[in-house]
């Protein structure tokens, strides 16, 4: 199978034969008196349809007799700044280095960031007055720091996700956003003595308003030797209804 590159793979009686067009393509060469610095990517080469992925265990296919021990290694694409692209074959012990971004970008991806649970007051369920401050905050230990560290071989990173910010769709065509995870709401105490980070008064009664909270994190990396930097904010979202009625004030003749 070909996909047009010169680059594919075929079955063969007990294995499966990856190979690649030997004509590597190069960009034009640069002006007389300039040498740009090349740089090279490698990235671990796998079958298509579901078959098994090229990796430590696999017979160099180039070996020359069948009497000679087979070496180890793996098949990787590589890609340079100039234009250059191939699929060489690399033995285990000369297989390039991790490079320790992909390696953030794996760990950053196993930590586990679930839709935030978020409380109101007055509680989900309950009706809302017009008016009057409808809260919402996170349940506790929702706003924390997470973290994953990965090792391949000398190379580790840690990724780290941070809660940045809550945005709130009112549901009313507003928009609230928190720097924080909104104070908690204590029915043990007056409402007079406290006080919402985060909270919004609705001005029109609504048998149902439609909020969604996101919660949006910030990703970093550090790893040996130094290294690190940003990774992609992620952002994960919940959707709930609320109702809002007004007040009904009773008048007596007296």
């Not at 294995?15 to 190069?26: F, G, M």
């Not at 696999?58 to 890609?79: I, L, N, Q």
């Not at 006080?195 to 609504?206: D, G, M, N």
């Not at 994190?217 to 992620?234: C, F, K, N, V």
Request: charge should be positive; aromatic fraction near 8%.
């Amino acid at each position: 199978m070909d996909d047009g590159d010169g680059a594919g793979v075929s079955a063969q009686p007990f294995s499966y034969l990856v190979w690649a067009n030997d004509k590597a393509s190069r960009a034009a060469a640069a002006p007389a008196g300039r040498k740009p610095k090349v740089t090279c990517s490698y990235r671990r080469w796998w079958y298509v349809n579901g078959l098994k992925k090229v990796g430590e265990g696999v017979v160099d296919p180039h070996r020359t007799s069948s009497t000679e021990e087979p070496k180890k290694g793996a098949w990787y694409e590589v890609k340079c700044s100039d234009g250059y692209r191939d699929i060489v074959w690399i033995d285990n012990r000369d297989a390039p280095a991790v490079a320790p971004e992909q390696l953030a970008r794996r760990a950053y991806s196993r930590i586990p960031i679930t839709p935030p649970k978020v409380l109101t007051a007055p509680p989900r369920g309950r009706e809302g007055l017009v008016g009057l401050p409808h809260w919402f905050y996170l349940a506790k230990e929702q706003w924390a720091a997470k973290s994953e560290r990965l090792q391949a071989g000398t190379v580790w990173v840690e990724a780290t996700a941070t809660p940045q910010r809550m945005t709130i769709d009112t549901g009313d065509g507003r928009t609230l956003t928190c720097n924080g995870p909104g104070t908690a709401y204590d029915p043990a105490r007056p409402a007079t003595a406290q006080h919402s980070t985060c909270s919004h008064r609705y001005q029109q009664p609504a048998h149902t308003r439609r909020v969604t909270v996101s919660v949006t994190w910030r990703g970093t990396w550090r790893g040996s030797g130094g290294a690190g930097g940003a990774l992609p904010p992620i952002t994960r979202s919940v959707s709930f209804p609320v109702r809002i009625v007004e007040a009904q004030a009773l008048v007596t003749k007296g």
